[in-house]
């Protein structure tokens, strides 16, 4: 029994192992040629990421929003639902919570939660159009997601800037196209003064737990993941694959709806668009990376927070630019896909074989 | 048979994918000038034997020798060269060129580097001059009939030089007079001194055509005979006749009501081919009812319908207890008391990613249900997984491990136990022992007849002949979507079985 076990940890530490060696690698390399010396960087990093308080207090806001597209992407490809349209869903949630946020008064606490509530329901709504059409029309959900993005992205800049703004962004002067900011009852309450670290962060941990939860615990989410992992067979047990289609479809898009929220309830205080950055994005990454382990994207949505706010310094000390951070980051998301196992046994079983062949010389390959 | 010069000499053969042995040790020689059948069920290893011969695969080890001198081809390209052509079952071919281009194409003859269009026109139209082919080569492919298309395949071959033709099931896709002109070619193609290997399985034209058989069967050889010394008898027999490995008693027990009634059931499938025609039969509590049937003959479409996994057009009714279930989803039926072991045990019947007891549990968490309706009952949970695990002796270390690490014989005793330990009242169960140790085989056929002693209605459905007739009370036949019932069937011969399931008719000695 201890064997098996320990064959599984030992294929993830390689895993890891490898892609970690491979990542700093490539990564010294990269920064290298620019001139400049790696370890310097990384140190840059790791002071801007939690160097004082205020370095924290952001890399904790970034955290907040890793956790949020990371569970939102975790419980869909855990369930073998490709959504790709986390940055849409987080648009129309962002939106919804501004549009409430500033436009009626309510006490504190509760205006807070209006604000959520109305995020989530928009991300949910907006995840049940490529879940029926998949289910009804078999729409493959990565093509629908993919351009429910772009309709969702230039449907918020459009409703913003034609009807709350009333299209008067150049009569005033004004530059930006942005809704007004919410208001102060609207705003979730910051946890180090002077950042926006928020109390989001309960929420985004809960979210998570509560993930872990569902697929540990629940008879749903013990259907889930066998249809992630293989469908037929799941079928073949008697479980409903469409409704489960739905239902995550739907929870993805709550907790992506959620996250936009966050984000104008937690730091931005108003929608704008493009303020995501491609942060949907970031959540499939997140999961890949975690390996479909809902508390494993705990650790590397801090990880994520850290490089994010951690680039940001690094850029204002070094010649460097952040993007070689996201570069860096996106080749370890390329190496952790790799299976190790797989091709060492593969090269093994090759090597086996020329051996043989060049010994015997009886095959004919 | 053994003084004639052989063009193709293949010996002692082996290729294994992953856990099948679709080659074992295969030894098959060709004669000069003659037309050689290869044949076998579907599976049986002869497009695996030819893959190797063209170099499309590589054996695990083996030798080919080509008129006499051992060869190594490189590439499929090479096999080409050294005169080997195969005219597939799917035709290669562009639509949208003409039947030259579609001809020369890869093997033009060229004039610095320009096509040299003269010189390939002359050519293949020489060859279809010399071997009577009748086709416009500027005709455009699209909108050919399939038997000149696959004129088209054998004029490629023959331009590509070859004296070897490997022609794989092609009277399938042909009418009757498609057949008989293609047989005329095939029998001047001998005349002039080609080569000519024939893929099927229809044993009348084998016996038409045919000089030399060779018959495959689970990826061995059953026999090398002459056309003129055979009959459709023997070789159906050496086809899909049963290897009596194993032999299991089965005690007398009573025969209960009926609980499965199956009438005029007809099965589309999403392309609109009626894959089961008009089947009627019934299943008693306490009965194992054995379908057997080559491959492809419906057996797979007739089960989905029957477990609710079908995606075509289902009209008939499916009388489970008298009540007609055609509508009802797999939950329900499965609720009802219907157990179903899946035939592909990697693919349906388990999800080797997860876990032991993941596996274990699936179905049975929806029918038997937990304490509450959406938390899992772990302590029912270990101790169903366990119970499985003791009375199937699945030999396993731990339920947390992947279900990957198990081996085949393993994986199927916990999928039988999964299903036979749920308190159904009627299993349909596929080819419970394809491919598993013998051991194996033997426990899972000695619980299934426990099972049906203990009064659950059993449907078999099994490629292996010996299978079915070990284990049924009565047997049934498919064939091409139709159900066969003999009226005596467990009288029957093996031989006999065996001539239904290709088809052919048995006559009443």
Same mark, same amino acid.
């Given at each position: 029994?201890?064997?098996?076990?320990?064959?599984?940890?030992?294929?993830?530490?390689?895993?890891?192992?490898?892609?970690?060696?491979?990542?700093?690698?490539?990564?010294?390399?990269?920064?290298?040629?620019?001139?400049?010396?790696?370890?310097?960087?990384?140190?840059?990093?790791?002071?801007?990421?939690?160097?004082?308080?205020?370095?924290?207090?952001?890399?904790?806001?970034?955290?907040?929003?890793?956790?949020?597209?990371?569970?939102?992407?975790?419980?869909?490809?855990?369930?073998?639902?490709?959504?790709?349209?986390?940055?849409?869903?987080?648009?129309?949630?962002?939106?919804?919570?501004?549009?409430?946020?500033?436009?009626?008064?309510?006490?504190?606490?509760?205006?807070?939660?209006?604000?959520?509530?109305?995020?989530?329901?928009?991300?949910?709504?907006?995840?049940?159009?490529?879940?029926?059409?998949?289910?009804?029309?078999?729409?493959?959900?990565?093509?629908?997601?993919?351009?429910?993005?772009?309709?969702?992205?230039?449907?918020?800049?459009?409703?913003?800037?034609?009807?709350?703004?009333?299209?008067?962004?150049?009569?005033?002067?004004?530059?930006?196209?942005?809704?007004?900011?919410?208001?102060?009852?609207?705003?979730?309450?910051?946890?180090?003064?002077?950042?926006?670290?928020?109390?989001?962060?309960?929420?985004?941990?809960?979210?998570?737990?509560?993930?872990?939860?569902?697929?540990?615990?629940?008879?749903?989410?013990?259907?889930?993941?066998?249809?992630?992992?293989?469908?037929?067979?799941?079928?073949?047990?008697?479980?409903?694959?469409?409704?489960?289609?739905?239902?995550?479809?739907?929870?993805?898009?709550?907790?992506?709806?959620?996250?936009?929220?966050?984000?104008?309830?937690?730091?931005?205080?108003?929608?704008?668009?493009?303020?995501?950055?491609?942060?949907?994005?970031?959540?499939?990454?997140?999961?890949?990376?975690?390996?479909?382990?809902?508390?494993?994207?705990?650790?590397?949505?801090?990880?994520?927070?850290?490089?994010?706010?951690?680039?940001?310094?690094?850029?204002?000390?070094?010649?460097?630019?952040?993007?070689?951070?996201?570069?860096?980051?996106?080749?370890?998301?390329?190496?952790?896909?790799?299976?190790?196992?797989?091709?060492?046994?593969?090269?093994?079983?090759?090597?086996?074989?020329?051996?043989?062949?060049?010994?015997?010389?009886?095959?004919?390959? | 048979?053994?003084?004639?010069?052989?063009?193709?000499?293949?010996?002692?053969?082996?290729?294994?994918?992953?856990?099948?042995?679709?080659?074992?040790?295969?030894?098959?020689?060709?004669?000069?000038?003659?037309?050689?059948?290869?044949?076998?069920?579907?599976?049986?290893?002869?497009?695996?034997?030819?893959?190797?011969?063209?170099?499309?695969?590589?054996?695990?080890?083996?030798?080919?020798?080509?008129?006499?001198?051992?060869?190594?081809?490189?590439?499929?390209?090479?096999?080409?060269?050294?005169?080997?052509?195969?005219?597939?079952?799917?035709?290669?071919?562009?639509?949208?060129?003409?039947?030259?281009?579609?001809?020369?194409?890869?093997?033009?003859?060229?004039?610095?580097?320009?096509?040299?269009?003269?010189?390939?026109?002359?050519?293949?139209?020489?060859?279809?001059?010399?071997?009577?082919?009748?086709?416009?080569?500027?005709?455009?492919?699209?909108?050919?009939?399939?038997?000149?298309?696959?004129?088209?395949?054998?004029? @490629?071959?023959? =331009?590509?030089?070859?004296? &070897? +033709?490997?022609?794989? /099931?092609?009277? %399938? !896709?042909?009418?009757?007079?498609? *057949?008989?002109?293609?047989?005329?070619?095939?029998?001047?193609?001998?005349?002039?001194?080609?080569?000519?290997?024939?893929?099927?399985?229809?044993?009348?034209?084998?016996?038409?055509?045919?000089?030399?058989?060779?018959?495959?069967?689970?990826?061995?050889?059953?026999?090398?005979?002459?056309?003129?010394?055979?009959?459709?008898?023997?070789?159906?027999?050496?086809?899909?006749?049963?290897?009596?490995?194993?032999?299991?008693? @089965?005690?007398? =027990?009573?025969?209960?009501? &009926? +609980?499965?009634?199956? /009438?005029?059931? %007809? !099965?589309?499938?999403?392309?609109? *081919?009626?894959?089961?025609?008009?089947?009627?039969?019934?299943?008693?509590?306490?009965?194992?009812?054995?379908?057997?049937?080559?491959?492809?003959?419906?057996?797979?479409?007739?089960?989905?319908?029957?477990?609710?996994?079908?995606?075509?057009?289902?009209?008939?009714?499916?009388?489970?207890?008298?009540?007609?279930?055609?509508?009802?989803?797999?939950?329900?039926?499965?609720?009802?008391?219907?157990?179903?072991?899946?035939?592909?045990?990697?693919?349906?019947?388990?999800?080797?990613?997860?876990?032991?007891?993941?596996?274990?549990?699936?179905?049975?968490?929806?029918?038997?249900?937990?304490?509450?309706?959406?938390?899992?009952?772990?302590?029912?949970?270990?101790?169903?997984?366990?119970?499985?695990?003791?009375?199937?002796?699945?030999?396993?270390?731990?339920?947390?491990?992947?279900?990957?690490?198990?081996?085949?014989?393993?994986?199927?005793?916990?999928?039988?136990?999964?299903?036979?330990?749920?308190?159904?009242?009627?299993?349909?169960?596929?080819?419970?022992?394809?491919?598993?140790?013998?051991?194996?085989?033997?426990?899972?056929?000695?619980?299934?007849?426990?099972?049906?002693?203990?009064?659950?209605?059993?449907?078999?459905?099994?490629?292996?002949?010996?299978?079915?007739?070990?284990?049924?009370?009565?047997?049934?036949?498919?064939?091409?979507?139709?159900?066969?019932?003999?009226?005596?069937?467990?009288?029957?011969?093996?031989?006999?079985?065996?001539?239904?399931?290709?088809?052919?008719?048995?006559?009443?000695?």
């Amino acid at each position: 029994m201890k064997l098996k076990i320990s064959h599984e940890v030992k294929k993830t530490i390689l895993r890891y192992g490898i892609s970690i060696i491979l990542t700093l690698l490539f990564g010294s390399i990269l920064i290298a040629i620019q001139g400049e010396s790696p370890l310097e960087a990384v140190g840059h990093i790791f002071e801007g990421a939690f160097g004082n308080r205020i370095n924290i207090g952001n890399t904790i806001r970034w955290i907040i929003s890793s956790l949020m597209v990371g569970g939102a992407a975790i419980v869909a490809f855990k369930s073998g639902v490709s959504n790709l349209g986390i940055e849409g869903q987080l648009y129309m949630g962002a939106l919804s919570a501004a549009i409430i946020g500033y436009s009626i008064e309510l006490p504190h606490g509760l205006h807070v939660m209006a604000c959520l509530l109305a995020a989530s329901i928009l991300g949910m709504l907006y995840a049940l159009i490529p879940a029926l059409l998949r289910v009804y029309f078999k729409i493959n959900e990565l093509i629908t997601t993919l351009i429910l993005n772009f309709i969702a992205k230039y449907l918020t800049e459009y409703i913003t800037m034609w009807i709350i703004m009333g299209g008067q962004q150049s009569a005033n002067g004004s530059a930006s196209i942005t809704t007004p900011q919410i208001l102060n009852t609207a705003r979730l309450s910051t946890i180090i003064k002077g950042t926006t670290a928020n109390t989001g962060i309960f929420i985004a941990l809960g979210i998570l737990f509560f993930i872990a939860f569902i697929y540990k615990y629940t008879l749903e989410g013990y259907e889930f993941t066998q249809i992630g992992q293989n469908m037929s067979f799941a079928r073949m047990g008697g479980v409903n694959i469409n409704k489960s289609f739905i239902m995550v479809f739907l929870m993805s898009g709550l907790i992506s709806g959620m996250g936009g929220g966050i984000e104008v309830t937690g730091s931005y205080y108003r929608f704008m668009p493009n303020f995501s950055n491609n942060l949907g994005w970031d959540g499939i990454m997140i999961t890949r990376v975690a390996n479909n382990n809902p508390l494993a994207v705990i650790i590397v949505s801090i990880i994520w927070g850290a490089l994010k706010q951690g680039a940001l310094h690094m850029e204002r000390m070094t010649t460097l630019n952040r993007l070689v951070v996201i570069i860096i980051q996106m080749l370890f998301v390329l190496f952790v896909s790799i299976d190790y196992d797989n091709l060492f046994s593969r090269w093994k079983e090759k090597i086996r074989l020329k051996k043989t062949n060049s010994k015997g010389g009886s095959s004919i390959c | 048979m053994d003084k004639e010069k052989f063009v193709l000499e293949m010996h002692n053969i082996n290729k294994k994918f992953k856990n099948l042995l679709a080659n074992d040790n295969i030894t098959f020689k060709v004669r000069s000038g003659t037309v050689h059948a290869l044949i076998g069920e579907n599976g049986a290893g002869k497009s695996t034997l030819m893959n190797i011969l063209t170099n499309i695969q590589s054996p695990d080890s083996g030798q080919v020798y080509l008129r006499g001198e051992q060869v190594n081809f490189k590439n499929p390209l090479d096999a080409v060269r050294h005169g080997i052509g195969m005219v597939y079952q799917e035709f290669m071919v562009f639509p949208e060129m003409t039947v030259l281009d579609n001809i020369i194409m890869g093997f033009e003859q060229k004039k610095g580097i320009f096509i040299d269009y003269k010189e390939s026109r002359r050519k293949v139209e020489e060859i279809c001059k010399k071997y009577e082919f009748n086709i416009s080569i500027d005709a455009k492919v699209d909108g050919l009939p399939v038997a000149a298309l696959q004129q088209v395949e054998i004029i @490629k071959v023959l =331009y590509r030089n070859a004296d &070897i +033709i490997i022609l794989d /099931e092609p009277t %399938s !896709v042909l009418t009757p007079q498609g *057949v008989e002109s293609l047989f005329h070619a095939i029998r001047f193609l001998v005349d002039q001194g080609k080569t000519i290997i024939l893929i099927t399985h229809k044993l009348k034209e084998v016996l038409e055509i045919a000089d030399d058989i060779t018959v495959l069967k689970n990826g061995r050889v059953t026999g090398t005979l002459l056309a003129k010394d055979t009959n459709e008898l023997e070789l159906a027999r050496l086809m899909v006749g049963r290897e009596v490995i194993l032999q299991v008693e @089965k005690p007398e =027990y009573n025969i209960g009501e &009926i +609980i499965l009634k199956i /009438e005029n059931l %007809s !099965v589309k499938d999403s392309s609109r *081919v009626e894959r089961v025609k008009n089947a009627s039969f019934h299943v008693q509590a306490g009965e194992i009812l054995g379908i057997s049937g080559v491959a492809g003959s419906g057996q797979t479409e007739l089960v989905e319908a029957l477990v609710g996994l079908s995606n075509g057009n289902i009209e008939g009714q499916i009388l489970f207890n008298g009540e007609n279930i055609i509508n009802e989803t797999v939950a329900k039926r499965r609720k009802l008391g219907i157990g179903y072991i899946a035939q592909d045990r990697s693919a349906v019947g388990t999800n080797k990613e997860g876990t032991i007891w993941e596996n274990a549990i699936m179905g049975y968490h929806r029918t038997k249900g937990f304490k509450t309706k959406h938390l899992l009952d772990y302590k029912d949970i270990n101790s169903f997984t366990n119970k499985i695990i003791k009375d199937y002796a699945v030999k396993v270390q731990a339920t947390e491990d992947k279900v990957k690490t198990l081996s085949g014989g393993n994986i199927q005793k916990l999928l039988v136990g999964r299903e036979f330990l749920q308190e159904q009242k009627l299993l349909i169960i596929e080819d419970p022992t394809r491919g598993i140790d013998i051991g194996s085989v033997e426990f899972i056929w000695n619980r299934i007849i426990q099972m049906a002693k203990e009064g659950v209605a059993v449907l078999l459905i099994s490629h292996e002949l010996n299978e079915v007739m070990q284990l049924s009370d009565r047997i049934l036949v498919m064939y091409n979507g139709s159900i066969i019932e003999h009226k005596n069937s467990r009288s029957l011969t093996e031989e006999q079985i065996g001539l239904m399931m290709l088809g052919g008719e048995i006559h009443e000695a």
